[in-house]
């Protein structure tokens, strides 16, 4: 199994969301230093044409003193973060801009004003959280969901996660890709004690009666038997998913950002999060974040906001 | 931070153990070749001196088609695995023998022997697991628990397993070490919504008030938090126990299990599993362990025991 090499990986995304046409963002109050780097950097870098939603002599206050240009970019002034949200919110909705992006007030802050019904973001779907993961260990990338944005889904929201991960994967990689996706839990055999090996059987007949489409969807599967197949072999578990999951479903909250953090900070792999399953895609970065994964989260939002307009 | 060379590390315990006295276990029902060969290793590096407990013609036949010497090994002739769990049971009860070590029966079959009242196995405490991890990206040895027995615990039974992780850590690292402790979730902060970090502060302050002795507990820490100084400083949490954590409590069973096995098949960490909270340790293997987390977990009872004996 050749490995990933995840440097050239990050640098083919950025790569392909520059090829395609240029996607307008706006950004949610962008009022700490790292955010309005970002920001700049991958308006730089041609990524992406980023309309400034903000206080704007703070903004102004803050770009002089980091020594960052804002010439030629797009600014609409607003009082506070509060404010910022809305009005991106109402951009979004008419189409004026493909794609949110989340500044330095808090998720919830931008997501409440998203989820409202007025918003004209929300769609049938549950909002839900991806991480892409590239991985020196595993053999192409992959995602995570959701480790960011629902706490403890039940069945129904466990549905729209995964249909909303396989709709973003298939923008991703083309209309060609079946993803597959591993339903995780701590054993691979039903137990009613265990609600997510219930859940994650749920999903793969989900899956085979259409309520989930486009992908192959298999659970319960420990994380081993997911990501080897070797370990399922081992186990005698024929699968379909075993070794080549593209969505790993976390069974919860807790479960999911524990294994992302994991695989970054002991792992030394690279993470972008991405919200989706509003009519937008969401970039949401973290402080933690650096400017590969920054810029790789711009370039996931860019490639998926280029599929939608396309469809 | 220098990062832990795993493989001397491993060598260390195992040297350690060795220089002990001799420890009598039990091995129930080694009747895979895996199992068995398991054991012939552990007793020929001179870790154990083992109470081979299995069907003694199926035994005979399995060492002769492996090639396995069981010549010198005391045996004791059952008719079945559950009759294995039972005698074996009785035999640590006895203190014929200071530990015990699964063969190939299944978890359950062993566990609800221990557990039962008149085994003379059970103390106060609930039985839990721990796995001690080796990974070349944290800068020492650490435990992930529990991740195999407890699959959803509540308030009490966490406060069971960190004190039996605390226990076994100083049972393994001498009377000077006192654990830290970090009490995971995916937030740094209390929110009802989420139980793992109510727990987490109950747990914070039991370990203030006394209810769990012997170690510095802190949570609720998002795993970055737990294991990195950096990504702590960056939160604004000042804990005694980010980036020096030698134990993670998981929140539940499947998020113990991603971490622990996420860690071995991407991370390449060796890990080695031991019951503990029974009045003597109990070795798990599972059939993905290699060689070295064989002999690893035969080395961690072996030195639990010989702590506890001098108690």
Known sequence: MPNLQVGPTVQGYIQRAKAQRRVRVAVVHPCSHDALAGVVEAAHEGLIEPVLVGPW???EKLSEEAGLDLKGFERIDVAHSHEAAARAVVLAGQNTVQALMKGSLHTDELMSEVVKQASGLRTARRISHVFLMLSASYHKPFLITDAAVNIAPDLLTKRDIVQNAVDLLVDLEGPQMTPRVAVLSAIETVNPDMRSTVDAACLAKMADRGQITGALVDGPLAFDNAISAAAAERKGIHSAVSGEADILLAPDLEA???????????????????????????????????????LLSCALAVLAAGARSRR
Do not use: C, H, W, Y
């Not at 999060?273 to 970065?285: C, E, H, Y």
């Open 57 to 59: 002599p703070k903004l």
């Open 256 to 294: 999911g950002n524990m294994m992302v953090k994991q695989l970054v900070f002991l792992g030394q792999a690279v993470s972008a999060g991405l919200v989706v399953g509003a009519r937008v895609p969401i970039v949401l970065t973290s402080r933690a974040d650096g400017a590969e994964a920054r």
